[in-house]
């Protein structure tokens, strides 16, 4: 593929390769090959995943069991860790003799799933602060005991701290994400094993705590991860025609809610307002109406990139205004 | 098919069948036969079409070509309207001789587009207040005769009252539905044709100025237009397992927002609150903690249909917990 963005059908989901790999660079630096765990649920794809394993960093993180089966059907079977509590272990049982698969797991009952699926290890899943997955540090020690006694390998632990991800703060946040690994610490004492897994892209600067962090957002960014000053650019986009322009004072164009995660709210346009999103419309307030005309192609800036990625078929790889390369988002649905 | 929701892979997106039978037969005894044109955008199955069809509504409306693309592909060829503007028309033109296709244009380059595309009858979209596409009244006589000129057929108007269809008090709605088709029947004085095509499944009720109403919500409804009080139910709901439950007060559902459309907000839970949506979760305060086990299915409501469907792969139909069919959501994507 050698053709000029003009050519895509839109919407279009857009990765700007220059920026991505400048985000690639940064995290590298920061958290090289183990240290990260490249979490597939920001970005849906193994072509994306195998530039990363190729990075050095040959371990992913998934969010449910169609990613983890996606990753083994690509070959990215070195270390694939489920950081979710699933009943649905049958499917990943059945690739354990092709991939080493860990999954998380925070009662007797996802435990009893784990075995009764052939799934092989677990970490212990432990709730620091978000109210979501995860138990707490004096059930830990039981459900790990349990898990040995069943046959299981019990690499460690895991704890999402989701709730201080935007905390904009630094030090502030590196405070509150200290207290909330000393729970997964604690943890980690009773429990062992050698992971002690947490962290997302919003606290992969402060979060030193971890063996390994969880991140995927960084690749790619948005809008609401772009306030916290973190050294990652916005690299993905949605490109969309403007099919209409009205002397009122509005233009639309044909990416609308369909398009984009609209759970942190509208996209973002650098030419003036995003007024709101209907299907497959965004209507726009541009700074200067006079520039825009039936046939241009607008670019929007998605305000969260992980549901966004999932409502495409692929992403078209850019620079400039080339198309270099396409990614199928074949991680989707479950 | 004909096993029970019990086995389904979760998130599942599931359709209560008799639910949108009483949906059909109520907008049935509303607007019959070529009196309602079904917004397939709503629910983006060919399957569920078909149903449609069969029930007197051979005219369909659709709002992006590749919705247009599927309906051919599944021989729903007799009146395609896609009710929005684009650029992208050669596909359209492509099937011109296997289905008729009729499209929206609101400016000199769209009706430029149409005939270059190979397209033989447009409507000439009017904006009647929704800050979107449609032109001025003004302007609708001379892209009518641009288009004849041309040698398109001119099948009359639309005009899509968008900004109305959450007007909760009727005869208010009334009253600013009748303002605004005002406006369409004096473009559709000055253009011809025999359509007057608009509204939608919040002013289906009211108004009575358009030859043909575009709705298909009404089929499977949402929480938001649940609120209007329509002779519509709720057949839609997203079914998810129970994964985790935390003594402290919540529980936590493998559906998250990547499995419903967020624009209007969270979905709704009948049995306690919904806490807020991650990415493949979803953290409920239950009305009865004690209630609730892992493994446990639970049933949630989605705010917005058409979002919603556009994220799943297919619809599981069911009646009470029995699965009676599976209807793909064949016509995703662009």
Known sequence: VTDSTSTLTTPALVVDRPTFDRNR???DAMLPGRRLRPHVKAFKSTAMASVLRD????????????????????????????ANETLDTERLGALSD?????VAVDSDTTLDAAVRGGVRSVLIDIDVGLPRCGCDVDVAGRLADRARRAGLEVRGVMGYEGHLMMVHDRSQQRERVEAAMAILKRAHDIVGGDIVSGGGTGTSRVNTWCTEIQAGSYTLMDTQYDELGLPFDKALSVLATVISVNTKGWIVAD????????????????????LFCSDEHVT???????????GDRVRLWPAHVDPTVALHERMWVVDGETVIDQ??????NW
């Open 25 to 27: 660079a940064a995290m």
């Open 55 to 82: 990075d050095g960093h040959p371990a992913f993180c998934a969010a449910t069991p169609r990613e983890i089966e996606g990753l083994v059907a690509a070959g990215l079977v070195e270390d694939l860790l489920l």
């Open 98 to 102: 092709r991939a080493l698969i860990t």
């Open 255 to 274: 990416a609308g809610l369909k398009a984009f995660g609209m759970d942190h709210g509208n996209p973002s346009w650098d030419h003036g307002d995003v």
């Open 284 to 294: 726009l307030s541009p700074f200067e109406l006079a520039d825009w005309a039936v």
């Open 327 to 332: 990614w199928p988002v074949d991680l989707r």
